[in-house]
């Protein structure tokens, strides 16, 4: 019986996985940019698919052992939090760039001599 939890955890948190992944590629880079509650919903999901899997790898309130799905879950976690770092920098620097250029084309619209 866990063995048949632990597959439909495992399966719920690859389907969640694979659409955040699909979502955060398909997000824009604007400086208007909101993490969409969809994506927190995800998150929860695999935090939520990881509380059930160790209450599954628990025995008599102690660990029989660390299984492969809660290091697939960590795994995920880990990487859905570099994907919105990233996703956060690539809109910073996307920002940054723009007001720079903003800058330069003033500057240079008002005869300032930029090196």
């Avoid at 997000?27 to 160790?54: G, H, Q, W």
């Avoid at 976690?77 to 770092?85: F, G, N, R, S, W």
């Avoid at 690539?90 to 007001?99: L, M, Q």
Wanted: charged share 30%; hydrophobic share 35%.
């Amino acid at each position: 019986m866990k063995a048949l939890a632990s597959e439909m955890i495992n399966k719920c948190a690859n389907c969640t996985y694979q659409c955040f992944d699909s979502y955060m590629q398909r997000a824009r880079r604007t400086t208007d940019y909101v993490l969409p509650s969809e994506v927190c919903v995800m998150i929860n999901v695999i935090f939520s698919s990881k509380s059930r899997a160790t209450k599954l790898t628990m025995d008599s309130g102690e660990y029989k052992y660390h299984s492969k799905l809660d290091e697939t879950l960590e795994t995920m976690l880990k990487d859905m939090e570099t994907c919105i770092e990233d996703k956060v920098f690539e809109v910073c620097n996307h920002s940054a760039r723009d007001f720079w250029g903003k800058i330069v084309k003033r500057c240079m619209g008002v005869g300032v001599n930029i090196k």
